[in-house]
C-alpha cells in the first residue's frame, strides 16, 4: 500500500502544479496519512485484542490447573478455609474473565479495519485512473489560473477600497462643510421667507393702495369731468351775463330817453291842450307826428331795456338756481383734495416700491446664495455618488468575476 500511496505522489508531482494543486496534493496527503492513523490504530486495537486473547487463555489455562489442583486434592480431606480461599480465587478469576472480555473492541476494530480498506480501494481505483489523474491535473492548472487571477482581482480591489477609504477621509471635512452649508442655507431661507412673507404683505398693502389710488384717480377725472362740464356751462352763463351786462348802458340811456319822452309826452299833451285853444292846424299836425314818433321810440327803447332786463334777470336766476360758483369752489376743492391724495398715494407707492426693490434685491441675494449652496450640495453629492458608484461597480465586478470562476 505505501508503495501504491508513494507511485501516486509521484505521479502528481510530476505534473506541474501551482500552489492550489499543491494545496489539493497536502490536502491528500493528509487525508492519506489520517488513513494511516486509522490503520496503525486498527493494528494496535487488534494486537490489543490478541493480546488479551493471550491472557484470556492464559486465564483459562489457571483455571484448568484450578480444576486440576481440585480434583487432586478431592480425594484428600482439606479444610474449610482451603474450599472458601479457593472458591474466592475462582470467583475472581472468573470477573476478571468477565472483565476482560474483548468483544466490543473486536467490533470497533473490525469496522475501523474495514473503513480503512474501502479508504484505499478508492485510493487506488482513483490513482490508477491515467485520465481521471491528467483531467484532474489539467482542471487543477485552470483553477490555478483562475485564482490569480482573482488574486490580482482582489489585490486591485483591496487598492481600491484603500483608495475610496482615502478619499472618505478627505470627504469628511467636505461634507461636514456641506452639512454646515445646508444649515446655514436652512437659517437663510427661514430669514428670506420672513422676508417675502413681509414683501407680500407689502405687496397686498401696495395691491390696496394702487386701488385706492385708481379709485381716486377715476373719482378725479369724473370730477374733473363734471368741473369742465360746469365750467362750459358756468362760460355761457357768464358770456350771457357779460352779454346782459353790455346792455346795460342801452337799458341806461332808454331808460333817460324814456324819462325824456315822458317829460315831452307831458309837455306834447299841454301842447295839445293849448293847440285846442290856438288855430295854428299845421302845429297840431306836426306835433301829432313829433308824437308818434316820440311814442314808437319809448316803445322801442321799453321794449329793449324788457328784453335786456329779461336777459339779465334769466342770468343771474340761473346762476343763483344752480349756485355754479359755490359748486366751481367744491369742485375745486374737490379736486385739489383728490390731486392731494394722489400724490400722497404716489409717494406713498414710491416709497413702497423703493422698499419692494430692496426687499428684491435681498430675494435675489438670497436666491444667488441658495442656488450657490445647492450648486456645491450637488457638487458634493455628485462626488459621493460617484465614489459610491465606483464602489458598487468594482463589487459587482468582483462578484460577477467570482460567478464566472464559480460557474
Known amino acids: 500500500m ?76 482439606l479444610s474449610t478455609e482451603q474450599l472458601s480461599r479457593m472458591l474466592t480465587e475462582a470467583k475472581k478469576m472468573v470477573r476478571v474473565m468477565e472483565l476482560h472480555s474483548c468483544s466490543a473492541q473486536r467490533e470497533a476494530a473490525e469496522k475501523e479495519w474495514e473503513e480503512s480498506h474501502k479508504l484505499l480501494l478508492y485510493i487506488k481505483d482513483n490513482a490508477s485512473n491515467q485520465g481521471e489523474a491528467i483531467k484532474i491535473t489539467s482542471m487543477l492548472k485552470w483553477y490555478e489560473s483562475k485564482l490569480g487571477q482573482l488574486e490580482a482581482v482582489l489585490r486591485e480591489a483591496a487598492e481600491n ?119 295854428d292846424v299845421q302845429r297840431a299836425i306836426d306835433v301829432a307826428g313829433a308824437y308818434k314818433n316820440i311814442t314808437e321810440a319809448v316803445r322801442a327803447a321799453g321794449q329793449a331795456a ?19 360758483p359755490k359748486r366751481a369752489r367744491n369742485l375745486k376743492d374737490q379736486a385739489y383734495s383728490l390731486l392731494t391724495k394722489a400724490q400722497d398715494a404716489r409717494n406713498d407707492h414710491k416709497r413702497t416700491a423703493d422698499e419692494q426693490a430692496t426687499q428684491g434685491k435681498r430675494v435675489d441675494q438670497a436666491r444667488s446664495k441658495t442656488e450657490t449652496l445647492q450648486k456645491d450640495l450637488q457638487t458634493a453629492m455628485g462626488e459621493l455618488a460617484k465614489i459610491k458608484r465606483g464602489r458598487f461597480l468594482r463589487k459587482k465586478e468582483i462578484l460577477e468575476y467570482l460567478g464566472s470562476l464559480i460557474d
Not at 342770468?315 to 349756485?323: F, G, H, N, Q, T
Open 306 to 324: 324788457r328784453q335786456a332786463m329779461e336777459a339779465a334777470e334769466e342770468a343771474l336766476s340761473d346762476v343763483k338756481r344752480e349756485d355754479l
Open 161 to 279: 477600497v484603500g483608495r475610496a477609504t482615502r478619499q472618505n477621509g478627505l470627504n469628511t471635512p467636505a461634507l461636514e462643510d456641506v452639512q454646515q452649508r445646508w444649515k446655514d442655507l436652512g437659517e437663510e431661507y427661514d430669514v428670506v421667507t420672513g422676508q417675502i412673507a413681509m414683501a407680500t404683505g407689502q405687496l397686498k398693502n401696495t395691491a390696496g393702495l394702487l386701488k385706492e389710488l385708481g379709485d381716486l384717480g377715476m373719482r378725479y377725472e369724473r370730477l374733473a369731468a363734471e368741473f369742465d362740464g360746469a365750467r362750459t356751462h358756468l362760460i355761457k352763463k357768464v358770456n350771457v351775463i357779460s352779454q346782459a351786462a353790455s346792455k346795460e348802458p342801452i337799458v341806461v340811456s332808454a331808460e333817460k330817453h324814456a324819462r325824456e319822452l315822458n317829460w315831452l309826452a307831458r309837455e306834447l299833451q299841454d301842447l295839445v291842450k293849448n293847440a285846442t285853444k290856438s288855430s
Open 2 to 77: 505505501d508503495a501504491e500511496i508513494a507511485w501516486l505522489k509521484a505521479q502528481l508531482e510530476d505534473s506541474t502544479m501551482g500552489s492550489i494543486a499543491q494545496e489539493g496534493l497536502k490536502k491528500l496527503e493528509e487525508a492519506i496519512a489520517a488513513m494511516q492513523r486509522v490503520v496503525e490504530k486498527t493494528d494496535k486495537t487488534h494486537q490489543r485484542a490478541e493480546d488479551l486473547v493471550s491472557k484470556v487463555k492464559l486465564l483459562l489455562l489457571g483455571i484448568q490447573d484450578l480444576l486440576e489442583q481440585l480434583k487432586g486434592t478431592s480425594r484428600s480431606r
